[in-house]
């Protein structure tokens, strides 16, 4: 649309500017050999008293015989030439003034009156003189008119862009909007059509706000009544006799996490989409101080390797610590007290973080790790949260699993 306006513009320009200057550049040329053939004239009318009643010998040391930068020359009435022979040669003197015009110039001529015949008085004006100043003065009118075209041009650019900015900036909301950020909003401006349609667009988004809103408590509200009956079931347990408890214990205690987990994904606000952003390497140190706590109470020695400058990452803050949550806590609630643990947060190649969890315990089984990867269903051992937060910041999640131990590797791009 900018590209179009200025186009229009400078071809409207350009035919406005066209049709002024060429009628003026032959203007020019019209006036410059007016003015050159005037003063010829006022020469040759000066020149005519003296030629009609002075001697010839007083003509011949007068102006008519020291021309001045003209060629000036008279034709006696005997034939006779003072000066050079002109255009008139032996042809009968012209009953008037007469003008001819001739590839080298322009000669006037200008019959006198005196005793004895006439006399035929000629001035000739050559191309050079006729056309005097003509070229300088074109130049001069091209130069302006390309210099209003130029000016023209900007300000054609310049409207053009108070007119397509609000339609960019609202396109790029649109994007934001589609890629997932919620909090994108169109400050409206520009012509109202286009203010009305960025109004509109805000609404649009509110909208899908409250409405994701709504459906997350609502999911919440779902999970939260499994509470009721696991509390219930936990009773009936804890009821049963000692080896049969200890036995659904840990199955009810895996299920209540299970459940606790979906309540806190689900009331969790709306994401911030592609303008999220944190330092990784301060949130995965603050995560793990927090898993201190419980890792020395459970004699778990814990290896952190986190860089002291901020490492930008495309994830929030509070995604980034779920997922490092998820990866620390199926650390402690799958593998033997007292087994170590590894954290390390490095650069990544083009930008971004990598953040590897590993441990010193057995191993995954082969379908855990495959359906960490996979794109439905609940590992129950927090893969997907980690895998989500990944893969929503334009990364990938790694997971590597042997009888030495489980490493789990969070790709994460740069912010943009």
Do not use: K
Request: proline fraction near 6%; charge should be negative.
């Amino acid at each position: 649309m900018r590209r179009r306006i200025t186009l229009l513009v400078a071809a409207t320009t350009s035919v406005v500017l066209l049709a002024f200057l060429l009628p003026a550049s032959s203007l020019v040329a019209r006036v410059a050999e007016s003015r050159a053939l005037d003063a010829a004239r006022v020469q040759l009318q000066l020149l005519v008293p003296s030629v009609g009643l002075d001697p010839r010998e007083e003509v011949a040391a007068g102006p008519a015989g020291r021309p001045d930068g003209r060629r000036l020359a008279v034709r006696w009435s005997d034939g006779t030439w003072l000066g050079a022979e002109g255009v008139l040669g032996d042809a009968p003197a012209p009953a008037g003034a007469e003008q001819r015009e001739t590839e080298e110039g322009t000669y006037l001529l200008q019959p006198v009156r005196r005793e004895g015949g006439t006399a035929v008085l000629e001035v000739f004006v050559p191309v050079a003189e006729l056309r005097a100043g003509v070229t300088g003065t074109r130049l001069v009118l091209a130069g302006l008119g390309l210099v209003l075209l130029l000016l023209a041009l900007v300000v054609a650019d310049r409207v053009a862009r108070s007119l397509t900015r609000p339609v960019t900036d609202l396109a790029t909301t649109a994007h934001r909007l589609g890629g997932g950020d919620l909090s994108a909003r169109v400050t409206p401006a520009g012509p109202a059509e286009v203010r009305e349609v960025g109004a509109a667009v805000n609404r649009l988004a509110g909208r899908i706000g409250e409405l994701l809103a709504d459906e997350r408590e609502a999911a919440a509200d779902l999970a939260h009544r499994l509470r009721t009956p696991l509390t219930a079931l936990r009773l009936d347990v804890e009821a049963l006799p000692a080896g049969e408890r200890e036995r659904l214990v840990g199955d009810v205690d895996a299920l209540s996490r299970g459940v606790d987990e979906v309540i806190a994904e689900a009331r969790r606000t709306v994401r911030e989409g592609l303008g999220a952003g944190c330092d990784a390497a301060a949130v995965v140190g603050e995560r793990v101080r927090f898993w201190s706590v419980l890792a020395e109470e459970e004699l778990r020695p814990i290896a952190v390797d986190v860089p002291a400058g901020p490492l930008p990452v495309r994830v929030a803050g509070a995604d980034l610590g779920a997922a490092v949550d998820a990866l620390l806590g199926n650390v402690f609630a799958h593998t033997p007290e007292g087994t170590g643990m590894h954290v390390a947060v490095r650069p990544r190649d083009g930008g971004g973080a990598l953040v590897t969890v590993r441990d010193d315990g057995p191993g995954l089984p082969v379908a855990a790790v495959a359906r960490g990867h996979s794109s439905g269903g609940s590992t129950g051992l927090g893969l997907d949260i980690a895998r989500r937060t990944a893969e929503g910041s334009g990364g990938r999640l790694q997971v590597a699993s042997a009888p030495g131990g489980t490493a789990v590797t969070l790709e994460l791009a740069p912010p943009l």
